[in-house]
């Protein structure tokens, strides 16, 4: 049985796509459950042991401690008896036995789902000789390691490539495409120099600011309402559907969205949020968005929403550095001052960055595909291995020595 009194340990949380993790009660990202002022009943957990949280276990939710700690006293704390526990881990983790959990688990609907020990008792677990075991573990790191060191590699030319496409844009919207062209000081620190025919002008100039929809937890509804646009619906420069919220409530005509409307988020936990904006396609026309985000109206969003995607939100953002501000208001909008080309310009810039960016986009594409085919093999290759679908035990004997292999972990 699990022992309790000791609040001085940390807490410990059991999550699904990562097992136990200290707790980071500060963190807004967190899954903050109530937690209670007296932690003397939380049950200790010691490192090596198993612990369960039993109503999520079919989601994966458990796994071998790294630490000591406490976690809530609905969980359950196992010790592993005559088990590698690196081995276990990786296991009971893998693919091949997260559905055992799922069947084993009762319950009247999925988030009320609960296990009880006398059902777990009944899940099979292939348990390989010792020495088996510090193989596989073996082979597993070192796979591991190189799996993600390829990941690593990849996501940092993506970075590299989102770096590239944003100075196009930025370069595009900024000086133009006649690299030989007589340029003026805009007197914007953000802009820099620009084109001597162009004129800069505040946003208020050129369309309509409009602040989102502010509503209650009681108003927000299911399927049935209205949906609201929100930070969530905004994801690489696209309207999407992700984490939607809909509301049930009477909602004034100048807040609903049409197509070609720009939404921008204006205010975020993260500054390097506020200000990732996205054009309102047809298939969105007819919601509405909320309080934290505003709306842009006017008759050349085509050319603004490129305007939007330079380094201008982040460079306005920088200035805030050492401030507290994660936010721009509707005053802070309405006074961007923006760089305005001709009619026939603004149509010449907007088809070379739509050309020129589409390449790169589907390279960026095709290398967020890779990483989640390596994180698939991988995923199919532990849960392989664990159920002896594949021995490994002469390829983890032949593996090179971390010193000779560099041992260079990402």
């Not at 609960?114 to 790191?141: G, H, N, W």
């Not at 690593?152 to 770096?163: M, Q, R, S, T, Y």
């Not at 995923?379 to 260079?408: F, H, M, Q, Y």
């Amino acid at each position: 049985m699990a022992s309790r009194n000791r609040p001085d340990l940390p807490l410990l949380s059991v999550v699904r796509e990562k097992g136990i993790i200290l707790r980071d009660v500060t963190s807004k990202d967190e899954n903050h459950n109530f937690i209670p002022d007296d932690l003397t009943n939380y049950k200790v957990v010691r490192s090596g042991q198993f612990a369960m949280n039993k109503m999520k276990a079919w989601q994966g939710s458990y796994g071998v401690s790294d630490y000591d700690g406490i976690v809530s006293p609905a969980y359950y704390v196992f010790d592993l008896l005559d088990l590698d526990d690196q081995f276990f881990s990786r296991a009971i983790r893998s693919k091949a036995y997260i559905p055992f959990f799922t069947s084993a688990s009762d319950g009247v609907r999925v988030g009320q789902w609960d296990l009880s020990k006398a059902r777990m008792r009944e899940i099979p677990f292939l348990i390989p000789p010792r020495d088996e075991q510090a193989a596989i573990v073996k082979y597993l790191d070192y796979m591991d390691r190189r799996i993600k060191k390829l990941i690593v590699a990849k996501k940092k030319l993506i970075k590299l490539l989102e770096e590239q496409k944003q100075a196009i844009i930025h370069q595009a919207v900024t000086k133009g495409l006649d690299p030989n062209v007589s340029m003026k000081d805009s007197g914007v620190e953000w802009l820099g120099e620009v084109p001597a025919h162009w004129s800069v002008m505040k946003l208020k100039r050129l369309g309509e600011v409009r602040i989102g929809l502010i509503y209650s937890p009681s108003e927000v509804s299911d399927q049935s309402g209205v949906l609201v646009l929100r930070a969530s619906n905004v994801k690489n420069g696209e309207i999407v559907n992700a984490d939607n919220v809909y509301v049930s409530k009477r909602i004034p005509n100048a807040l609903f969205v049409i197509e070609d409307d720009i939404l921008i988020c204006v205010r975020s936990g993260s500054r390097s949020l506020v200000g990732k904006s996205a054009i309102i396609p047809p298939s969105f026309a007819g919601v509405t968005y909320g309080a934290f985000m505003s709306l842009l109206r006017s008759s050349i969003n085509q050319f603004l929403i490129w305007v939007f995607h330079s380094n201008m939100f982040p460079r306005i953002m920088a200035q805030f550095e050492t401030s507290t501000i994660n936010q721009l208001t509707q005053s802070d909008l309405n006074n961007l001052d923006i760089p305005v080309p001709s009619e026939l310009e603004r149509s010449n810039i907007i088809d070379f960055l739509q050309r020129s960016t589409q390449e790169i986009d589907t390279t960026i594409a095709k290398l967020k595909h890779e990483i989640s085919l390596l994180s698939e093999y991988y995923t199919r290759l532990v849960s392989d291995i664990v159920t002896g679908k594949l021995d490994v035990r002469e390829a983890a004997a032949n593996l090179p020595n971390e010193d000779t292999d560099g041992g260079n972990s990402p």
